[in-house]
């Protein structure tokens, strides 16, 4: 009757560090899925959306007299007719008291702000029915000039809210003078003009699309006492929380799940128009509601990331040591302030010092609102541009000096033995190895044969170049400590949540506020508890992302899961030990004290007595034999606030050759050798670095998201969003050194962004290497072979991508344009050939 | 409304479709095999790879109509008798899938791949699978995936 | 993304397809393997009334010999054309071409006709089929006629096909033993191609005797390089002599400037893909 559980320690391999295959794995190898759009309900209604072609335009009228209607379709919504139900889209981060921020109807009434905003919301039996009549939608607007470059913007020239009087949101500042962490950055640079060196640069970050795989789907079923959404979202809490604050219904009546989530990179971390409009629709009609996106209006409508003008001005001595940096961004925000919004490039203020001791740092940024989709977090949020920027400059100070890159990095940075070290920006570093890191991976890509090549193939005058790409990154990661967001006016706190509930039978349940979408929770959590407790992984169950299930948590992003929520895991473990100890005591009939647990065993020393914590956990259950006064429960909870930033450093060095006569780039070799602390599963966590890698690979050399002059999103479609395939990328070679984090027990540090974060200035620094020498000293991202090819024939860094589209589906035909140009983008707007000067 | 009768999953099924519906509308809406999913709406990034008549196709890309009397295999239809594909075995293995969206896709394209080339270089793979876009992986793992199947003899 | 609803049907004949073409004109749409047709209708950009499918007219499947020349039915998909022994032996820049034409799940559902009959200048078998003096066959009520390549490709996306007419099939005239390669340049490996040159050549003791090559997406058709194919003529098959005929490749082309390059960088990569091409189908790249 008792489930003994023999794992004398010494015989039990443990599970941290294993690199044990996924426990997620067997449902999605077999079409065993449960993605949002996979789920039917009975009377289930299905919503198809009334999106606006215009940049910025006023609502004359809607005319949905004749797609109510049609066959099938049971009601049509515009703005007014949902009215105060439909809540508003809140942004959790205004950056300054003062911030400029329009309100955000998710179907505004009576102006649109960027081409593909919802006007009106059909309901209809299917989905294919709801499409049908959007197109019967009649919508009258008053087209109003659009401001779409972020400069202009800025300027103020054409306001995307003509009513607010400004495009400027917010102004945020960060002087280390003012605030006692470093020189004021002034004195730095006058003192380098005079007699040092200056780098001024101006670099564009320009606009991505997370593009995850999944488009986004939102069942409502308003059928129970609890109304529950289904979304494929990345934050099932945070959505609770923001459906409850903005629509007026109680939090204890709502509940959100996130079942399977395809893909979030950040771009699932937002609360959607979408979601708000079948949120009121459902609530509204009292049937079920399905909203699924195409990707055309995926692409369109789910926000976007970066988009930045970075001028910087890097002082330093003759000799190259840094004396101050002096950033000043632009940022667009889009339409609208997102939940995080503004916050995202104040996510990079601290990291533009990287791991150099700049003794002076002033970092501002401007955000501007413009007539785009609206922009918020992808992958790295804010850090990614602050390492572009800060290692793109690394190397043009080399260039000045006349040094290798590797050496002028070496003579900036923060030495091993200088760690705990406090930078400039204010942020204690834990850890960190950066020689170690920067050794293993010179190693593995063959450094100083890669430069001798190098200077072969320049001597000879070959038409293939190669450059090496240098990027020694670090980043701040494992958002975050409750105390510095409330100090940085975010709407909520960095804690994270866990339970652990011992199951009679001898199964664990774990509950984490962490809600996965693809980085293999249920796996590495597993590994956690298991070695914790000293229980089979194979008998831990990880439970997420339905916040009836997991009431508590901050959900998963920013590389947070395991530095926050992994320590709350071994919290709540540890508190599940403590409170099996005394009953183990009582049922052994031994003190407490002289009782000890390893490999899942109380045992009273000195002694082969013992029981295992499952044996405790049954007899827990049963209750038969107690000590007393202790309740009947083994489980626990913890809620964990980290007390800092998580510091992943590493090197990454990138091979690139250069096609001189068409520009075309050919990456040979990729290395990297991260410092991401201890290792929980390496066979995740190279999942997580290959995959990060590309995606900054993928900033460097192909994707950006183009308007043309009238606000229409160009690269509106996959054919046009470049996205890389496995025939335009290679295998990479990675390596990790270890200095384990001193903030967290398990001495972790975050991994889902280290790649993205490092790769683009890798990439970018090793093609304006390889093409140096014929005057070239940047090239605007993309690095597209046109653009490559115009550097070398002296044309500078490559102006704005045209914004026209290849008519590859006759559109042109179709639509009667002469040029195509603009056609894909406007694919999803209904209704265009009866509006007023509608894109064709 | 057109009747069309298939084979799916080695199942006889029949129904009167409208000739819009996609056959990957028609998997997910009418058999609810949702295995297969819906990526995108231009046919570039392959998740929703099916098999029709034995070669591999982008079910967003046929008419539901256009697959009457063919047999069409999915992701649901590839373990036999409890016993994963050798190439879903090797995605497993290998690390091959992260959110696992476009998994079915570039399971059953890669099935494909080796059906034709049972010993394919990393070249031949990686152009291979040039029609499945895949956001997590950055390939590298997916492409080990194969060269694994491919050494446990996986070819059809 | 669903298509506007239509009506459907699927002829077991080219007589009757051509009858329903002629029933419903200018409402019905013939789908091939749908490849190109299928994401315009998603995308709602063209709403068709009628959509008729040749899928089952068998007549229209396959490769044959036809004495001087081969004839390939114009239903028979991509990966059938490209892995036909009469092609590689006598059309090896269709086989070439084809290797590089979208992916393997487009090559086995896309249809050889059934992209030419689209005609989208940056599509891969349009300048193949005018490297090679293509012809093709052309079915209507009033019997079949015959359309030499130079006069098919009429403007983006319209061909000399009638509205009332069929494309069967389509006769590539042997080019055996020559030498041919497809240079394709594209950002991403699922892109269509920037700009893409097929060349094929007769190369006669070290030198070029004859040149053929056709350029995709450099203009609002395919176009024939043929100041490069004249100056190539009789020239030795070396790098020098192949870069100056190929400084000819951009006369008389009208590149689109669009998200993936302007006109002039398109001009320019004409001009040096051509070399490549010319000198990898002489064998000396």
């Known amino acids: 009757m008792t489930a003994t559980q023999e794992r004398p320690s010494e015989e039990v391999e443990r599970e941290i560090g294993r690199d044990r295959r996924r426990k997620e794995d067997q449902r999605l190898i077999t079409g065993r899925t449960r993605w949002t759009d996979n789920l039917t309900l009975p009377g289930m209604l299905h919503l198809a959306m009334v999106r606006s072609p215009f940049a910025h335009a006023k609502i004359v009228s809607i005319d949905t007299s004749a797609a109510k209607a049609a066959t099938n379709v049971v009601d049509v919504f515009t703005g007014p007719e949902l009215g105060e139900t439909l809540g508003v889209n809140i942004n959790a981060w205004p950056i300054t008291p003062e911030q400029v921020t329009p ?649 889902g962004e280290a790649g993205t974060i490092a790769s683009t200035p890798a990439v970018v620094n090793a093609v304006v290497d390889a093409v140096r020498h014929f005057g070239v000293n940047d090239i605007q991202m993309p690095c597209t072979p046109e653009r490559v090819w115009r550097a070398i024939n002296g044309a500078g860094a490559g102006g704005s991508t045209e914004g026209a589209a290849m008519p590859h589906f006759g559109e042109a035909e179709a639509s009667g344009t002469s040029e195509g140009g603009g056609a894909m983008g406007n694919q999803e707007q209904p209704g265009t050939s009866s509006t007023e000067g509608a894109g064709a | 409304m057109t009747r069309i009768s298939l084979t799916v999953d080695g199942a006889n099924v029949s129904d009167d479709v409208e000739p819009r519906m996609l056959l990957v509308q028609y998997l997910r809406e009418k058999l609810g095999k949702t295995g297969t999913v819906i990526g995108c709406d231009t046919s570039n990034c392959g998740a929703c790879t099916v098999h029709l008549n034995g070669t591999s196709v982008k079910s967003c890309n046929v008419l539901a109509v256009q697959a009457d009397g063919a047999e069409v295999t999915t992701i649901e239809g590839l373990a036999r008798d409890g016993q994963l594909h050798p190439v879903q075995e090797a995605f497993r293995e290998c690390h091959g899938l992260q959110c696992g969206f476009c998994t079915p896709g570039m399971i059953m394209q890669s099935v494909d791949l080796l059906s034709t080339n049972p010993n394919p270089s990393e070249e031949e793979i990686r152009l291979g699978l040039e029609g499945n876009l895949c956001r997590c992986t950055g390939y590298h793992n997916i492409v080990r995936a194969v060269q694994h199947a491919a050494s446990q003899g996986a070819t059809s | 993304m669903i298509p506007v609803a239509f009506d459907y049907v699927a002829p077991t004949s080219v007589e009757d397809a051509l009858a329903a073409l002629a029933q419903h004109g200018d409402d019905a749409k013939i789908i091939a393997g749908g490849q190109s047709l299928l994401p315009v209708l998603r995308m709602r950009l063209n709403a068709p009334e009628m959509i008729i499918d040749l899928g089952k007219i068998e007549s229209l499947r396959g490769v044959r010999d036809d004495g001087d020349a081969i004839v390939v039915g114009a239903m028979t998909p991509h990966s059938v054309v490209g892995s036909d022994p009469l092609v590689a032996e006598h059309a090896a820049l269709v086989a070439k071409a084809i290797e590089h034409l979208a992916d393997a799940q487009v090559r086995h559902r896309g249809t050889f006709g059934g992209a030419l009959a689209h005609a989208d200048p940056a599509g891969d078998l349009g300048a193949p089929a005018l490297a090679l003096g293509a012809e093709f066959v052309i079915q209507g009520a009033g019997g079949t006629r015959t359309v030499a390549a130079d006069d098919f490709f009429v403007d983006l996306f319209e061909t000399a096909i009638g509205e009332d007419e069929i494309l069967t099939a389509v006769r590539i005239p042997k080019r055996t033993g020559w030498g041919a390669h497809y240079e394709k340049f594209v950002r991403v490996a699922h892109q269509w191609p920037i700009v893409a040159v097929a060349a094929t050549v007769r190369v006669d003791g070290g030198s070029i005797a004859e040149a053929r090559i056709g350029l995709t997406n450099m203009g609002s058709t395919p176009v024939r390089a043929r100041a490069v194919e004249d100056a190539l003529a009789g020239q030795p098959a070396t790098e020098d002599a192949v870069r100056a005929a190929a400084q000819q490749a951009a006369a008389g082309t009208d590149p689109p400037s669009d998200l993936n390059g302007a006109a002039d960088y398109r001009r320019h990569l004409a001009r040096v893909l051509t070399r490549r091409a010319v000198l990898a189908a002489a064998g000396a790249a």
């Open chain 1, 103 to 751: 309100t955000h109807s998710p179907m505004p009434a009576d102006r649109v702000a960027f081409a593909g905003e919802i006007v009106a919301v059909v309901v209809a039996r299917t989905a294919a029915e709801a499409r049908d009549a959007a197109e019967l939608v009649d919508v009258e607007y008053d087209e109003l000039p659009a401001a779409l470059d972020l400069k202009s913007a800025a300027a103020d020239e054409v306001l995307a809210h003509p009513d607010l009087g400004t495009n400027k949101s917010a102004l945020w500042v960060f002087d280390s003078g003012e605030a006692g962490t470093g020189a004021p950055v002034e004195d730095a640079i006058s003192k380098a003009r005079a007699d040092g060196i200056v780098i001024e640069r101006e670099y564009r970050q320009q606009r991505l699309i997370p593009a995850f795989m999944e488009p986004r789907s939102v069942v409502v079923d308003p059928t129970g006492e609890q109304y529950v959404m289904y979304s494929a979202t990345q934050i099932p809490h945070i959505l609770r929380f923001a459906l409850a604050a903005t629509t007026g219904v109680p939090e204890s009546k709502i509940r959100v799940i996130a079942p399977d989530v395809g893909g979030g990179f950040g771009g699932k971390l937002q609360t959607t128009p979408e979601e708000w409009i079948a949120w009121a629709v459902g609530r509204r009609l009292g049937k079920p509601v399905k909203y699924t996106e195409t990707r055309s209006e995926s692409l369109v409508s789910a926000h976007h990331g970066r988009d930045q003008w970075q001028k910087l001005t890097l002082a330093a001595e003759k000799d190259g040591t840094v004396t101050g940096l002096k950033v000043e961004l632009l940022a667009d925000l889009g339409a609208y302030v997102a939940i995080v919004g503004g916050g995202v490039p104040v996510l990079g203020a601290f990291m533009f010092n990287a791991i150099y001791k700049f003794p002076a740092y002033h970092f501002s940024v401007q955000t501007v609102l413009t007539n785009k989709t609206w922009t918020d977090a992808y992958r790295g949020a804010g850090r990614p541009e602050a390492t572009y920027a800060i290692e793109r400059l690394m190397d043009e100070l080399a260039v000045e000096v006349g040094v290798d890159p590797l050496e002028i990095r070496e003579k900036n940075w923060i030495k091993h033995e200088e760690f705990p070290f406090t930078t400039v920006a204010g942020l204690e570093y834990d850890s960190g190895n950066y020689e170690a890191a920067t050794a293993r991976a010179k190693e593995m890509i063959g450094y100083d044969e890669l430069r001798a090549e190098q200077r072969r193939r320049r001597e000879s005058g070959d038409p293939v170049q190669l450059g090496i790409g240098v990027s020694t990154f670090t980043e701040m990661c494992g958002l975050a400590p409750s105390r510095v967001l409330g100090q940085l006016d975010y709407g909520a706190g960095g804690w994270e949540h866990a339970s652990v509930r011992m199951l009679a039978t001898g199964k664990v349940e774990v509950v984490t506020g962490a809600s996965a979408h693809g980085q293999g929770h249920e796996t590495a959590f597993s590994q956690i508890v298991a070695d914790r407790l000293g229980v089979a992984f194979e008998d831990v169950e990880i439970l997420h992302g339905d916040t009836q299930v997991a009431p508590k948590g901050m959900d998963t992003y920013g590389s947070r899961s395991l530095v926050v929520g992994g320590e709350a895991l071994v919290r709540a473990a540890d508190k599940v030990i403590e409170k099996a100890k005394p009953i183990a005591a009582h049922l052994l009939e031994a003190s407490a004290d002289d009782l000890e647990f390893t490999g899942g065993r109380f045992s009273v020393r000195g002694t082969d007595q013992g029981m295992a914590i499952g044996e405790v956990a049954l007899a827990t259950f049963a209750a038969h034999n107690l000590p007393d006064g202790v309740e009947p429960s083994l489980d626990s909870d913890a809620t964990y606030d980290p007390v800092a930033f998580n510091f992943p450093h590493g090197t990454h060095l990138c091979a690139m050759e250069v096609d001189t006569e068409t520009g075309e780039l050919r990456m040979r070799k990729y290395v990297c050798c991260d410092d991401i602390g201890n290792i929980i599963n390496p066979l995740i966590v190279s999942g997580q670095v290959h995959g990060g890698l590309v995606q900054g690979i993928a900033q460097a050399l192909w994707e950006e998201a183009v308007y043309d002059e009238s606000g229409t999103l160009v690269s509106g479609s996959f054919v046009d969003y470049l996205l890389p395939t496995a025939a335009d990328t290679i295998s990479f070679d990675i390596d990790h050194t270890t200095s384990p984090s001193l903030t967290n027990t398990l001495g972790t540090k975050g991994v």
